[in-house]
């Protein structure tokens, strides 16, 4: 296995060095025209930000054939239930996380159109309305503040950032068989006392996205391959997402290949990552010592009703790989870490979905694959392990439909004073959803026990609460702490497992169709031998105000 160069961004100035190709205060203003609450009953936070129901991934919204003016997933049949996300293509209602999974072809009748930027959804090229063209956009603005942020390790204290991305896109159809999608992002950062502005916060204008669809219907199934730059979702959302928080999304370069019969579809991929490292205008490139690779298969069980309520569960099997270098790569060792490539065989499997007022989400991983050191070239086996479930329970006949919940998550150690023998420290490189274990990020997938009890609220259609009080150990006491993209420095020092808890806060809010506006509240309490061994109680705040069209 080759092994990857270890790149290392360089810190970047708090203050914006470029324009803003797209500001948010035109359009801001251009949204005050659409708002007004959708008539099904559910949460209207979903149908804008469907990224905030990542936690479970079971809501429900009204059906594609309710609500055709509404909800734009795609003719994906029964995989379109829950938040849309059983199809493959990310959660998707009024918009999608991956914008090109949304379906606007139901304004081809005009009758349909009930929004200023309806026009801009779907733009006849031809008389016969074969051949045309939707158009999208975001603008978002996010602030933090953090106190002692990553548990008092990163300077300096009382930090407050602030980011800006803008994204455009455009989807071109031609005809039932073919579609080329484009989107462009530009993104800034400033702020005071910042920290960690590197290519996933800045990055010059440049091309996101860019792929050719051709699809068909192949024996019966409604099959299509993808080629080209693309946005990938089709893991659980506690394996890989879509890099929500920071500025600039996970991309990839590659082919994907699917195929979704009636009640079984089959996905298949092979990637390599998005390089953001050249801060030119259009100078993105691919990132060879990162790839992506493997397959899916999801089966929607037949239907059944418990106390009632209807029963919607799905069988996912999985395998999925990635060969990463660099820091994600890296693991730990009695004084530091060690650098080297890895590969990582993730065999993985979840039953999810809806059981009348029962939600739940439970699935396991067996990590396999290999380390090999950066300098002596000395090969290591992986065996390593996931665990996780949510089981919920919906309270339909109380005001604000409030969904009870607890969410377990377990992800292997291993041993820092090993230095031959399996490494057994899970590893989860590409971004599992923020919001699925810890706002924060202070805490990563990696050598963790995580129980954390939760409720979720629906005050009214157009906003949504959040609490969750995530309890936090160590699974192996031999291994280190970990945190998004760092392995903690303390090691001996730290004494027992239990390191603490994060009792978390979010907010969403629906100002209008195209403006929501988020918070994410959430205090660190360390423990007392994470106290011991240098670690910092701590406040973490997130404002996100997000306009889309």
Known sequence: MPRPRRNRPSPSSLLPSRPVVLGLAGLLAAAGSSGGAHAQGHSATLHTAPQFAALPQTRSNPTKAQAPQSIHTGDWGIFNRLDGSPAGFGPVARYGVARWAEDWSALRNPKLRSDPFDPLKFIPLNDSKSIYLTLSGESRLKNWFENRPFLGTQKPDDSGRMTVRNIVGADLHIGEHLRIYGELINGEAAGWNGYGYNTTYRTRLDTQQLFVEAKATLLGAKTGVIVGRQQFLDAPNYVLYARETPNIPLSWNGVRGYAVFPRIRFDAYD????????????????????????????????DFKVLGQPGRVFVDLFYIGYL????????????????????????????????????????????????RAAKTNVSRDVSAFSINSFLGYRFQSIYG???????????????????????????????????????????????????????????????LLRFKVPVLWRENTDDAVYGASRIYSFRSKLAGGFIGTVPQASLGWRITRHLTWTHDLARYFASHAMQKAGASSGTYYLSTLAFRF
């Open 271 to 302: 990637f390599t990552l998005t390089n953001t490292a050249q801060q030119q205008l259009f100078r993105d490139n691919e990132n060879y010592n990162s790839r992506l690779f493997g397959g899916n298969t999801s089966y929607a069980l037949p």
């Open 401 to 463: 439909r409030p969904l009870v919940g607890i969410q377990s998550d377990v992800y292997s150690g291993g041993s820092y004073n090993r230095k031959t023998g399996d490494v057994h420290t899970y590893s989860a490189p590409y971004n599992p959803s923020t919001n699925y274990l810890d706002t924060t990020t202070y805490f990563a997938p990696s050598n963790l026990v995580s129980i954390a009890p939760s409720i979720e609220y629906t005050p009214s259609q157009s906003t």
């Open 324 to 371: 990463l270098g660099g820091t994600p790569a890296a693991i730990a060792t009695a004084t530091g870490t060690q650098a080297g490539s890895t590969l990582r065989n993730n065999y993985g499997t979840r039953i999810w979905g809806k059981a009348g007022p029962i939600e739940f989400s439970v699935g396991g991983i067996y990590q396999g694959g290999e380390f």
